[in-house]
């Protein structure tokens, strides 16, 4: 079942109290860890100018870079060590779309499903969103990344806020299952033509609105390190259980402890421990 993940890779800063560090992210570079130990059928497309990223990835002979004249660059802030629930973040919103005719030449000839991971709201223009819904397969998106837009209010550049648009119901009209947050679910509200929406909420658990309410707990963390990139492990650990055919429920639990094992050590999810 070749799984097909599309999105970003970025240049992080991650300040955390007074520590800062440079890393790798974007959904896609961490979700990539996940899939190599749960369903490693899968080929990951980024969006970048700086070719290097690719070698940080766990295969990256499975990546195939889509050229562009930037990349991604994201601040992640946390105030408090004690409360990494906590986050700020900033962006320099590249303006570096995924085409229909970047995707065309370069996706495999079988497609089980599609991963979609937008950092904002240029990634996937409508045009490329209806390309992908056209092979008839399952797609999975984060909303996060259509949300995002630069608070032109703001004392610092940069600075992301969150806001809902009129063509947000009809690109994601069509999506099997969306994952988002609790405040971007509110900002989006209950107009969303979606099977399944998997809503998290850091050390609280998640929810899975599927026919009905699933309430899934929080795995408790004996030590927190890190928790940058703990909502994307948990999207692509769900996404491994659903293409078995798991419930709702049993794939939330099983993310709930991966996303728990992850944020205990540094970076993206360590298969290997």
Request: aromatic share 10%.
């Amino acid at each position: 079942m070749t799984l097909v993940v599309i999105g970003p890779v970025t240049h992080d800063l991650v300040v955390i109290g007074e520590e800062k560090s440079h890393k790798i992210g974007g959904a896609t570079y961490f979700q990539s860890f996940v899939f190599e130990e749960f369903h490693d059928d899968y080929m990951a497309i980024v969006n970048c100018s700086d070719e290097k990223l690719i070698g940080k990835f766990p295969s990256p002979e499975k990546v195939r870079v889509i050229e562009k004249d930037n990349t991604h660059f994201f601040i992640n802030r946390y105030p408090s060590k004690d409360d990494l629930d906590e986050r700020e973040q900033l962006s320099n919103f590249a303006d570096i779309p995924i085409l229909k005719t970047d995707l065309k030449d370069i996706l495999p000839s079988k497609i089980d499903g599609f991963v979609l991971n937008p950092l904002n709201r240029h990634d996937f223009p409508a045009e490329t969103m209806e390309y992908l819904k056209s092979f008839n397969v399952p797609i999975f998106a984060s909303v996060q990344g259509f949300l995002r837009v630069p608070d032109v209010q703001a004392d610092e550049n940069y600075t992301i806020k969150l806001s809902n648009f009129d063509e947000l119901h009809d690109i994601l009209s069509g999506v099997d299952v969306i994952f988002l947050d609790e405040a971007e679910k509110s900002i989006i509200g209950a107009d969303c033509d979606v099977d399944e929406m998997v809503i998290t909420n850091g050390s609280h658990g998640s929810r899975i609105l599927s026919g009905s309410e699933i309430r899934i707990d929080a795995v408790e963390c004996v030590n927190v390190v890190d928790t940058t990139g703990c909502g994307d492990t948990y999207m692509a650990a769900y996404i491994t259980q659903k293409l078995l055919l798991k419930s709702p429920e049993f794939a939330g639990n099983f993310a709930s402890r991966i996303a728990s094992e992850k944020i205990e050590n540094f970076g993206p999810y360590n298969f290997n421990k």
